[in-house]
């Protein structure tokens, strides 16, 4: 009886783990399914004449992989000074890149939301940050094309 007791939970358990490997979708023929959604993808890029980064009136993280690393440096937080602007420092310079990268404002007119004053222990201010890094960016742009 004991043995019966733990064979029959082990028995269980490997065909629990067991099912979905034998209830695969192979499609019967070994091979598995081709990805139909990239071939729509390629062809409306070929006609874009824009870059491949995203614009200003994209969502945040679309943005953020794209230009994030240019505003690296920039407060994330959101601090009482900036309680009144839209977004973290981050975010507002993320948006300047884009700008910056399709060409729709200058840097410095781009970050101009971005704050002026140095924070403590930083290297320098946000603005600062977010002009460097629209410098940069635009170099990139110009190596790339």
Known sequence: MNALKTIVPIVGALALTAAPALAGSDNGNGT???????AH?????????????????????SKAKAYG???????????????GTHGTPF?????????????QAAPKTACSTLSHKKAKGAKRS??????????????????AS
């Open 41 to 61: 993808k390629q062809a409306a890029q070929t006609h874009s004449t824009k870059t491949n980064t995203p614009g200003p009136k994209a969502s945040l993280p």
């Open 32 to 38: 598995p399914p081709t990805n139909q959604g990239t």
């Open 91 to 103: 975010s507002q310079c993320v948006t300047a890149m884009a700008k910056v990268a399709h060409s």
């Open 126 to 143: 946000d603005f600062s940050t977010c002009v460097n890094g629209a410098a940069k960016l635009k170099a990139d742009l110009k190596k």
């Open 69 to 83: 690393r240019y505003c690296k440096g920039t407060s994330k937080l959101r601090t009482a000074a900036a309680l």
